[in-house]
């Protein structure tokens, strides 16, 4: 499966985004999905996740309650929406796909099979 993520940009302090990631490629909703991040000298870290059918999502602690991930499999698109954004969540967004047997949500990058190429958020303070 190939993997386009979308929708990032420079925006401030409060503000939100909304990321995108579409999926070509084998069936889209045979894959759990996730949104990753990386900041500069950071680690890839777990953002959001959620499974096949779109019925339980998880978050990292940092942004539950104002990230919401989301799923269509008719579109074959993951989404992101990002409220309340701080300068902390100034990353490079990776979306990302994992073939699971269970339809676990993994917070491991090493789980995921896929990823897309990207997409850089800069909030400024």
């Known amino acids: 499966v190939q993997l386009q993520a979308s929708g990032g940009g420079l925006v401030q302090a409060g503000d939100s985004l909304r990321l995108s990631c579409a999926a070509s490629?084998?069936?889209?909703?045979?894959?759990?999905m996730a949104w990753f991040r990386q900041a500069p000298g950071k680690e890839r870290e777990f953002v959001a996740g959620?499974?096949?059918?779109?019925?339980?999502?998880y978050y990292a602690d940092s942004v539950k309650g104002r990230f919401t991930i989301s799923r269509d499999n008719a579109k074959n698109t993951v989404y992101l929406q990002m409220n309340s954004l701080k300068p902390e969540d100034t990353a490079v967004y990776y979306c990302a796909a994992a073939g699971t047997v269970w339809g676990t949500v993994s917070r491991n990058f090493n789980e995921y099979d896929y990823w897309g190429q990207g997409t850089l958020v800069t909030v400024s303070s």
């Open positions: 959620i499974r096949r059918n779109g019925g339980s999502s």
């Open positions: 490629g084998r069936t889209f909703s045979s894959y759990v």
